[in-house]
C-alpha cells in the first residue's frame, strides 16, 4: 500500500528520480530559470528552498560543499557559494513558479520556476536598455 508516501515519482525508478532533481536543482541555480513541466517545476521549488535554507546555515564555504556536493554539479555548487549573499533578506521563498500555456505536444501542463533574484536581474537589464535606446534616440536627433 502506498499510505502517506510523499513526493511525486514521475513514471521513474528511484535512481533516476533522484538524477532527475539533482540536474533541474542544477540548471536552476546555473541558468536562474528553467522552464519544465508543472508537475516537475512544483517539485523542484521544495528540493531547491530546502538545499538553500541548508546552505545559508553552513558557517562556511567548506560545510556548503561536503553538504550539497552530492546534489548538486561543481559548476551549480560554485554559482549557489557565490550568490549566497542574495538570499540574505529571505528566510524562506527563493522561489517562484509561473504557470504557461500547454505543450502543442502532448498537452502537458507547462511552468516556468525561476530564482527570485533572477527576475530583479532582468528588471536591471531591461532598463538598463531602454536608458541606452533613448540616449541613442536623443544622440540621433
Do not use: W
Not at 511525486?8 to 533522484?18: N, T
Not at 554539479?73 to 509561473?98: C, P, W
Amino acid at each position: 500500500m502506498k499510505h502517506c508516501k510523499t513526493g511525486r515519482q514521475f513514471g521513474r525508478v528511484r535512481s533516476q528520480r533522484k538524477a532527475l532533481m539533482n540536474s533541474l536543482l542544477s540548471s536552476l541555480i546555473i541558468h536562474g530559470r528553467i522552464e519544465t513541466t508543472e508537475a516537475k517545476a512544483k517539485e523542484t521549488k521544495i528540493f531547491i528552498d530546502k538545499l538553500i535554507t541548508k546552505a545559508k546555515r553552513a558557517t562556511n564555504k567548506v560545510e556548503i560543499i561536503r553538504k550539497l556536493e552530492g546534489s548538486l554539479s561543481k559548476e551549480a555548487l560554485q554559482t549557489l557559494i557565490q550568490n549566497m549573499d542574495k538570499f540574505d533578506g529571505r528566510d524562506s521563498g527563493y522561489t517562484r513558479v509561473i504557470k504557461l500555456s500547454p505543450r502543442k505536444s502532448d498537452s502537458a501542463r507547462m511552468a516556468i520556476i525561476e530564482l527570485i533574484d533572477f527576475v530583479e536581474k532582468a528588471e536591471v537589464v531591461k532598463e538598463e536598455k531602454k536608458v541606452k535606446k533613448n540616449a541613442d534616440e536623443k544622440a540621433a536627433k
